[in-house]
């Protein structure tokens, strides 16, 4: 680590209070940092991620006009910028385990009670630049993996060790070209990983919607599902474009038309809708394991749903 050079790390530091900030900029540039952000306004912070202007953010949970985990968590979900993997420490002021919580399950890297040193935070740079955790995609979560030790029984989730810009730039270990091409590869990975998670979702929250359906006891409580349902098939008909999987698109848009149709109306939806679920989360869910036999089931099954549509369509028409 003694190789390491800063100067063309560029850091964004954000806090509500202008001591700290000047505090942390002086801290930094004391230790080789020159390209040094300094923000109190999250407005700031989104425009400078926005336009691919940050490799390490040393924020402030709350600044004016948001919030940090809101931030992350679209960074991290390739909603914000093109690289969904800033290096993030978080700065807190009262860790409460609900804020703390929110910190980490937005996929910060690390997370640091104030009032701060300079040099913890320094020290705690460097362990980031030396030895970042590897990252894992769930339904809800991408972001590094804080289990100490998978537990026996569960599925296991693959580890996946991403760009580190802190650790690239500071050992000179790659060309600005070069570590935007790795980060967009494995952008990719993480991407159809996340698709792959959805899939999985859809289908567990459909065995868990269509009885309730079924047997006449689907009440209020049943509209969170609908709408983590509807998220997870808008989400992957996001991500489809440009990957190995742009087959599912129909499928997908097919999901979403029957949950929203289903959603505007969740105490008493079309029987036909609620039918047609088991068939089109199983064909989601197959479609991530490519043949030639899933991709034509899949436009089989869409099909019948656009005829459906169209059915509907004519009589209401009619």
């Given at each position: 680590m003694d190789n390491y050079s800063f100067e063309n790390i560029r850091v964004l530091v954000g806090d509500p209070n202008r001591e700290v900030r000047d505090g942390i900029r002086g801290g930094l540039y004391g230790q080789g940092f020159r390209t040094i952000m300094v923000t109190d306004r999250m407005s700031a912070v989104e425009t400078a991620v926005a336009a691919n202007k940050v490799d390490l953010m040393?924020?402030?949970?709350?600044?004016?006009?948001?919030?940090?985990?809101?931030?992350?968590?679209?960074?991290?979900?390739?909603?914000?910028?093109?690289?969904?993997?800033?290096?993030?420490?978080?700065?807190?002021?009262?860790?409460?385990?609900?804020?703390?919580?929110?910190?980490?399950?937005?996929?910060?890297?690390?997370?640091?009670?104030?009032?701060?040193?300079?040099?913890?935070?320094?020290?705690?740079?460097?362990?980031?630049?030396?030895?970042?955790?590897?990252?894992?995609?769930?339904?809800?979560?991408?972001?590094?993996?804080?289990?100490?030790?998978?537990?026996?029984?569960?599925?296991?989730?693959?580890?996946?060790?991403?760009?580190?810009?802190?650790?690239?730039?500071?050992?000179?270990?790659?060309?600005?070209?070069?570590?935007?091409?790795?980060?967009?590869?494995?952008?990719?990975?993480?991407?159809?990983?996340?698709?792959?998670?959805?899939?999985y979702q859809i289908d567990y929250l459909v065995e868990r919607i269509v009885p309730l359906y079924e047997d006449g006891t689907a009440d209020k409580s049943i509209v969170p599902h609908l709408d983590r349902l509807l998220y997870a098939s808008e989400d992957i008909s996001r991500r489809l474009k440009g990957t190995r999987y742009h087959h599912v698109g129909e499928l997908c848009r097919s999901m979403v038309n029957v949950v929203r149709a289903v959603r505007q109306a969740p105490l008493s939806p079309d029987r036909k809708d609620i039918a047609l679920m088991p068939a089109l989360a199983q064909a989601v869910k197959c479609a991530f394991r490519p043949r030639a036999d899933v991709v034509a089931l899949s436009r089989d099954i869409s099909a019948t749903v656009e005829r459906r549509t169209a059915k509907d369509a004519h009589r209401q028409v009619a």
């Open positions: 040393i924020c402030d949970t709350e600044l004016q006009g948001g919030n940090l985990y809101d931030l992350v968590h679209k960074n991290r979900h390739h909603e914000l910028g093109d690289n969904p993997f800033i290096v993030v420490t978080a700065l807190i002021t009262v860790p409460t385990p609900q804020l703390v919580k929110k910190i980490f399950d937005a996929g910060c890297d690390d997370l640091i009670p104030k009032p701060i040193s300079t040099g913890l935070l320094f020290a705690r740079v460097l362990k980031l630049a030396h030895n970042r955790k590897p990252f894992v995609v769930t339904s809800d979560y991408i972001g590094p993996d804080r289990r100490a030790k998978p537990q026996a029984g569960t599925q296991q989730i693959p580890r996946i060790d991403v760009p580190n810009p802190l650790k690239a730039k500071a050992a000179n270990d790659a060309s600005a070209e070069g570590l935007q091409a790795e980060i967009d590869r494995v952008a990719n990975v993480l991407n159809e990983q996340k698709m792959e998670r959805h899939a």
